[in-house]
Structures are given as C-alpha cells and as structure tokens.
C-alpha cells in the first residue's frame, strides 16, 4: 500500500504560545521584535473549541501579531486554569521560536534589556553562525541567530528559490 502524495504547503503561517497576561505579551513583542497587531479576539466557551483544543469549559483571549515572514498567535486562556511549568529544551515538543538577526551581539544587547533571560553570550556554532537561546519573560525559550547568506538554511536561500 502506497502512502498519499505529501500534502503542499505556501510556508510556516504562525507560531501560538500561550501566556499568562497577554496584554503583557503582545507589549513584549511589539516593543521586542517589532511585531504589530493584527487580531484580537475573546473566544468564549463553545462545544467547537472544546473539542478543537481537547479541553474542557475553555475560554481564551487571543491575539495575532505580524512582523516579516511570521504571525504569532498569542493565547491567555481563562478557563481551564493553565498549569506553570517549565519545559527543558530536551523535553518532547517545540523546542524554541528563531529569529534570524543581522547582528546577534546588537539584538542579544537590546532583547536583553527588553526581559530576555540569555542561557549565554552569543556563541560562534561554526563558520561563522552565531547564536544563542534564553527565555521571554513569559518562560518561552526564543533564539536569535546570525546565518551567513552561502548556508542552505539562510533567508537569503530562501529568495534566491
């Protein structure tokens, strides 16, 4: 038995986090990375986002930002009662949200004084790749990387596709 053709995507269309305080988050964001406000919406309790999000009595607040080639959709969710943990970037799921910069040491200098908690200085991963991960002040692990244009997976790859 053959498996089915693979599915044709346009590109990655956003990343969702939720977040304890959105008001907060998306002041984060937009005052961060520059990202702009797009959406946002209070979605009460429904049989539909029940069973879209397989959760119980769920009601959420949600904004949708936009900055570049992304959209990050944020979540405050009311109801059911959100857990606080913090995951390990070993642990099963989305590791961390990239942000490819133009200059690493300058954006770790000003995400720093936004609330970014860095693991480390910007480190050279090889051929000159620098990068470093930390946390946005909402325990989200963010990257922020320099990638020299020659590596496959630079942006300018992307455009020149």
Same mark, same amino acid.
């Given at each position: 038995?053959?498996?089915?053709? $693979? ?15 959105? &008001?907060? =988050? ?40 936009? =900055?570049? !080639? ?19 970037? !070993? ?11 133009? !200059? ?16 480390? *200085?910007?480190? &050279? =991963?090889? *051929? ?7 946390? *946005?002040?909402?325990? !989200? ?6 990638? $020299? ?10 455009? =020149?596709?």
């Amino acid at each position: 038995m053959s498996l089915p053709a $693979p599915v044709k995507i346009k590109g990655l269309h956003h990343v969702a986090l939720s977040v304890p305080d959105l &008001d907060k =988050a998306i002041h984060f964001y937009q005052a961060a990375f520059g990202f702009e406000l797009v959406d946002h919406e209070h979605l009460g309790h429904s049989e539909e986002g029940d069973r879209v999000t397989r959760l119980s009595q769920t009601d959420v607040t949600v904004a949708m930002l936009h =900055a570049g !080639n992304l959209f990050i959709e944020l979540f405050e969710f009311h109801s059911p009662t959100p857990r606080e943990i913090e995951r390990r970037m !070993n642990d099963f799921g989305m590791t961390h949200l990239s942000f490819e910069v133009e !200059n690493v040491h300058e954006a770790f200098v000003a995400l720093k004084a936004h609330g970014i908690q860095w693991h480390s *200085d910007p480190i &050279d =991963a090889g *051929d000159g790749y620098l990068m470093t991960y930390g946390r *946005d002040p909402f325990g !989200n692990v963010i990257e922020i990387q320099q990638v $020299p244009e020659e590596r496959p997976y630079a942006f300018a790859q992307l455009r =020149a596709r």
